[in-house]
């Protein structure tokens, strides 16, 4: 069974480029979350949404993020302009909400390099 | 604003000892809450929650308990075991159907065989 797929895994590139990170959910599972991974403060909550509709994006950093759900198989992370300090590994994760308080199951997510 | 704090960033113990991982939150409008558990270049895998309603929950080496009134809670693995040596997230939700949880910062857990 596929779980949450992630690309790419590793993205170098320089400041003032745009960066897209892409995510694949869990077949079935209805809500989606993108969280960012720094040594300062943990797991961050950037955005989530619920049956392709965004409900939390306080996390978000600023407006170079945004977020994107296009159908209910696909959701994109997009940065621009990229700064070195948007540099992190950045994970996205999937579950469902037929019941309460279902775990949520991650990629592996994508990490991030911004020279 | 930090809701769900892990105050020890590393923990190292001996095979076969007890490890104590340790979690405390501010908001009192969790209700439920997990633990997850990851190795480098993975994603965090879910390991074992807890309700609200539940003051302990165990599964196999695993315990968690939760001491509401102080906003507490603890991840017991009992014996330890090399494999274990991870990094541990204390993960804290609100309900209300959408799932969104807050993340401590993890605790890196270190069993020496």
């Known amino acids: 069974d596929a779980g949450v797929i992630q690309s790419p895994r590793h993205e170098v590139t320089e400041m003032g480029q745009e960066v897209t990170l892409r995510c694949k959910p869990i077949?079935?599972?209805?809500?989606l979350f993108w969280y960012r991974q720094t040594m300062m403060r943990g797991l961050e909550l950037l955005i989530y949404?619920?049956?392709?509709?965004?409900?939390?994006d306080s996390g978000m950093p600023e407006d170079r993020f945004s977020a994107k759900m296009p159908n209910a198989s696909f959701s994109t992370l997009k940065i621009q302009p990229s700064e070195p300090r948007d540099s992190a590994v950045y994970f996205c994760?999937?579950?469902?909400?037929?019941?309460?308080?279902?775990?949520?199951?991650f990629g592996d997510g994508t990490r991030l390099s911004i020279l | 604003d930090q809701q769900v704090k892990q105050n020890s960033p590393s923990l190292s113990v001996q095979e076969g000892r007890i490890s104590i991982l340790n979690c405390d939150y501010t908001n009192s409008m969790f209700d439920y809450f997990l633990w997850y558990k990851k190795y480098p270049a993975e994603g965090p895998t879910f390991l074992i929650s807890i309700s609200s309603i539940k003051d302990k929950n165990e599964d196999g080496r695993f315990t968690v308990f939760l001491n509401k009134s102080a906003k507490h809670l603890s991840l017991h693995i009992v014996p330890s075991q090399p494999g274990d040596s991870a990094v541990y997230f204390c993960a804290a939700s609100a309900g209300g159907g959408n799932n969104d949880m807050r993340f401590g910062a993890g605790t890196r857990l270190t069993v020496k065989p």
């Open positions: 077949s079935g599972h209805n809500s």
């Open positions: 949404f619920n049956n392709n509709v965004p409900i939390d």
């Open positions: 994760a999937s579950s469902s909400t037929g019941g309460p308080y279902q775990p949520q199951h």
